[in-house]
């Protein structure tokens, strides 16, 4: 069967989606199109690639990107995004969306109106860069003079592309809200306020999905984690191994 696929951001808990993906793929189901946000849109654009889900793991654990502090210009954004972009260079075989091998939609903010921009032309790498930059955090990128920061700042569950598309919509949601806790650290509350900032939206298109899965051992992760992988990928798969319903799939559209 094939579904289309929508995939959140979550910084690092994104790596959930490799397991999720490894898993739809053993049960049978194979992804026609991909949309998302931030690092579901990067993982996704390795898939679109023809990159199975255990060749994006092996790639992730070699080279062990981290989000880093930018120490040259730290007055303009805190973080770096470089050790990614590296990742995304030296290994990604399509430069363009329009040779990847499956039709890929990635959601970034337009930093001038506040509204969601659906990028599926040209440049990759430049909109995957685009997708993932938290404002403050890291900075926006100018794309046809026009910048661009998170997607899931203005809706981290993108399945618009695939409304009225003819095939069953599975969405994969990385960030299940934790419980309150007024003495977990600054990273922490600053994650766990973004979510819950994002959580209206996600909980209006979480409702138009054929499928939704949302991980709940994530709930004990946070944005940025190093080496933490294949805990992040076991995951995905064993939530949509053990937990999930795909029975919902085979009723008709």
Not at 26 to 53: Q, R, V
Not at 58 to 66: A, D, G, M, V, W
Not at 177 to 190: E, K, N, T, V, Y
Not at 231 to 249: A, K, R
């Amino acid at each position: 069967m094939k579904c289309n696929l929508v995939l959140s951001g979550g910084g690092t808990r994104g790596y959930a989606h490799i397991g999720v993906a490894k898993a739809l793929l053993e049960k049978g189901i194979e992804i026609n199109a991909i949309s998302g946000s931030s690092s579901g849109a990067i993982i996704g654009a390795f898939l679109c690639d023809g990159f199975h889900p255990s060749d994006i793991e092996e790639i992730l654990i070699k080279y062990e990107p981290e989000i880093g502090i930018n120490y040259s210009r730290f007055w303009e954004n805190i973080l770096s995004f470089d050790s990614y972009t590296k990742v995304l260079k030296a290994n990604l075989r399509s430069k363009t969306f329009e040779t990847l091998q499956k039709p890929l939609h990635v959601c970034a903010t337009n930093m001038n109106t506040g509204l969601q921009v659906m990028l599926n032309k040209g440049d990759l790498h430049e909109v995957l860069i685009a997708t993932a930059a938290i404002p403050v955090l890291l900075p926006a990128r100018n794309i046809n003079e026009v910048p661009y920061a998170d997607g899931g700042l203005s809706n981290n569950l993108p399945i618009e592309p695939f409304i009225n598309g003819g095939y069953k919509i599975i969405g994969v949601h990385a960030n299940p809200i934790s419980d309150f806790d007024p003495s977990a650290g600054m990273i922490h509350r600053l994650d766990r306020s973004l979510h819950l900032l994002m959580r209206n939206n996600v909980s209006h298109n979480m409702k138009r999905c054929d499928l939704f899965i949302e991980p709940q051992e994530l709930k004990s992760h946070h944005l940025f984690e190093s080496k933490k992988t294949k805990e992040l990928v076991q995951i995905g798969y064993d939530c949509v191994m053990n937990t999930v319903d795909l029975s919902t799939l085979n009723a008709e559209l």
